[in-house]
Structures are given as C-alpha cells and as structure tokens.
Nanobody
Framework: QVQLVESGGGLVQAGGSLRLSCVAS????????MGWYRQAPGKQRELVAN???????NYADSAKGRFTISRDNAASTVYLRMSSLKPEDTAVYYC??????????WGQGTQVTVSS
C-alpha cells in the first residue's frame, strides 16, 4: 500500500509561482508513473503532468512551458513547479501514482488559488 501526501498549495497572484510536493509513504522507485491531476469546480479531473520511471515526462497543453514535474526517488517525493500562474489554474491538485500492473493511488489534494 502506498500513501501520498501533498503540500505546497495556497493563494498566489496571477503571474506568481508555487511548488507542490508529494511524498510517498514507500519507495517511489517501484512506482512506474507518478503525476499531478487537478480538478476545478464543476469540471472533470484532468491530467496536468506525469513522470515515468527513467524520467520521461508528459504535460497537458495548458501546462507546457509553465510547469515542471520532477521526482526525487531518494526522498520519495514528486514535485510540480508552477510558474506564470493564471486564474484558470485554480483547482484542487491531486498527486497520483501507478504501480503496474494496475494499482492506482491518490493523494488527498491540495488547493491552489490564483487571484487576478
């Protein structure tokens, strides 16, 4: 069993930056994919970015050029660095992990609010 705990959300002005952190309870080296999703009020949860074992990354179009995902296996932590934040980035951000063949894990979420 893996537990994910996010931190780093908060209130920021448009154009500002935040760094989200997600600490896994166990070694994340065994987690094949880790990533961040977000869900805004009244909208479906959507992928923001993910990173697979080995370091390959994938970003939503809305995140490209502004967000950076990284992982520190030794610290069992995944980060999401968000820059040039926009009001439309306001959402609850969820950490996600996948351990093949099919074990999915979610964090409790952290609120990010971007004011205009």
């Amino acid at each position: 069993q893996v537990q994910l705990v996010e931190s780093g959300g908060g209130l920021v002005q448009a154009g500002g930056s935040l760094r989200l952190s997600c600490v896994a309870s166990g070694s994340i080296g065994s987690l094949n994919v880790m990533g961040w999703y977000r869900q805004a009020p009244g909208k479906q949860r959507e992928l923001v970015a993910n990173i697979i074992t080995g370091g390959s990354t994938n970003y939503a179009d809305s995140a490209k050029g502004r967000f950076t995902i990284s992982r520190d296996n030794a610290a069992s932590t995944v980060y999401l660095r968000m820059s040039s934040l926009k009001p439309e980035d306001t959402a609850v951000y969820y950490c996600y992990a996948l351990k093949l063949p099919g074990a999915h894990y979610w964090g409790q979420g952290t609120q990010v609010t971007v004011s205009s």
